[in-house]
Nanobody, 118 residues
Framework: QVQLVESGGGAVQAGGSLSLSCAAS????????MGWYRQAPGKQRTLVAD???????NYADSVKGRVTISRANAKNTVVLQMNSLKPEDTAVYYC????????????WGQGTQVTVSS
């Protein structure tokens, strides 16, 4: 089965940087999308950024210019580099890997807390 292991996160002051890493294992196939989502208390889980095996990326408007997502396909790993962090970036961040085709799989990581203080 597909599994995800997340690392990174923590607490930082506004303007600081953090890096989140996620490694996938198991039958993930030759084409998939890996990404990071976040969920703040009382709010829905929303996309931060994702990247497919071809290197195509998507970013939420709220993080464009501050966040970069990258992946190492050989290692089935994705890294989210977050700079110029703001208090509103505070949330639990979840890694996701999915096969975007109909009936494809979707697996979530356990989540990691990011706290940005002003």
């Amino acid at each position: 089965q597909v599994q995800l292991v997340e690392s990174g996160g923590g607490a930082v002051q506004a303007g600081g940087s953090l890096s989140l890493s996620c490694a996938a294992s198991g039958p993930i196939g030759s084409f998939n999308v890996m990404g990071w989502y976040r969920q703040a208390p009382g709010k829905q889980r929303t996309l931060v950024a994702d990247i497919n095996t071809s290197g195509n990326t998507n970013y939420a408007d709220s993080v464009k210019g501050r966040v970069t997502i990258s992946r190492a396909n050989a290692k089935n790993t994705v890294v989210l580099q977050m700079n110029s962090l703001k208090p509103e970036d505070t949330a639990v961040y979840y890694c996701n890997i999915k096969d975007p085709r109909p009936f494809g799989f979707s697996v979530w990581g356990q989540g990691t807390q990011v706290t940005v203080s002003s």
